[in-house]
């Protein structure tokens, strides 16, 4: 199966940046993808660079909406998946939120990002609301697909969840700048979660220079045994395809061994806040 993750800047025009995502899936379509996925608030400006102000929310739109209405009749086309990342209201409340496609169309649901920080260039606290979606796992017609938003894959936690409710493919929606960290340090940390969980992991960056940050690209995709095996460019638009075969996860270390020896048993006491030994 080939899986496609589409990298793109975004403009103030949101109407061209939703124009050039529908072109992108068209276009992957065009090379046999069966799933694409989109980076993190693909189709408008990244807009937690500056504090937030006023009302946000206002910023925001409902899910479902034109945008998935528009990737909807896409998906339906082409009979892919689609996974989306917008900034979303509901209510009084706005969230980071990645609706999935199914390749028939239908809404199959949403993931809302759980774990919400703040600092230069990153003022989220001010834009978002904690997600409430957990961390589901969608049963689509090219797989089991889950989604950690940005900074949720920082959080083992979470990124356990998804192999427990046994995705074969987790997709990263980040909005990564030039500069932030560590040269490869983003990249193992992938590798590691793909390995020690047994799925492929996709992370889909954003591209191109803002108010503040310089997205970086560099899109990639890692395989269940930890290894990269797709790569795209930094610091340009590209789709990134990758040949995955999800029937491998079964077979993959963490499958095979590290679930199954899990203690979960003890891990409750664990976590438990430590108690203070006096001298």
Not at 20 to 45: C, H, I, K, N
Not at 161 to 179: E, F, H, K, M, Y
Not at 195 to 201: I, L, R
Request: charged share 20%.
């Amino acid at each position: 199966m080939k899986i496609a993750l589409v990298q793109q800047h975004a403009t103030p025009d949101r109407s061209d940046n939703i124009r050039r995502g529908l072109a992108a899936v068209d276009e992957a379509a065009g090379r046999g993808a069966s799933v694409v996925a989109f980076a993190e608030l693909t189709f408008e400006p990244f807009h937690p660079q500056r504090p937030a102000i006023g009302n946000p929310a206002s910023l925001a739109e409902t899910v479902p909406g034109p945008t998935t209405e528009a990737f909807s009749e896409r998906a339906r086309r082409h009979g892919l998946v689609i996974v989306l990342n917008v900034y979303e209201r509901d209510g009084l409340r706005a969230f980071d939120c990645s609706p999935v496609i199914d390749a028939d169309g239908r809404l199959l649901g949403r993931t809302r990002m759980i774990h919400i920080t703040d600092y230069a260039c990153f003022h989220e606290q001010g834009y978002y609301t904690p997600g409430d979606t957990g961390a589901p796992v969608y049963d689509t017609a090219h797989g089991r697909i889950g989604v950690a938003i940005c900074y949720d894959r920082h959080y083992p936690e979470y990124m356990r969840a998804l192999a427990i409710a046994a995705a074969d493919l987790v997709v990263v929606p980040q909005a990564g700048a030039v500069g932030e960290w560590p040269e490869g340090l983003y990249e193992a940390e992938l590798q590691v979660a793909a390995f020690q969980n047994g799925y492929y992991t996709a992370l889909c960056n954003r591209v191109g220079q803002e108010e503040c940050l310089t997205f970086g690209g560099e899109s990639f995709v890692c395989a269940p045994n930890g290894r990269v095996i797709a790569r795209a460019a930094a610091a340009q638009d590209a789709i990134l395809y990758a040949d995955v075969d999800l029937s491998t996860t079964a077979a993959s270390h963490a499958r095979r061994l590290f679930l199954r020896d899990r203690r979960p048993d003890l891990y409750a006491e664990w976590i438990q806040p430590p108690s203070v030994v006096r001298r």
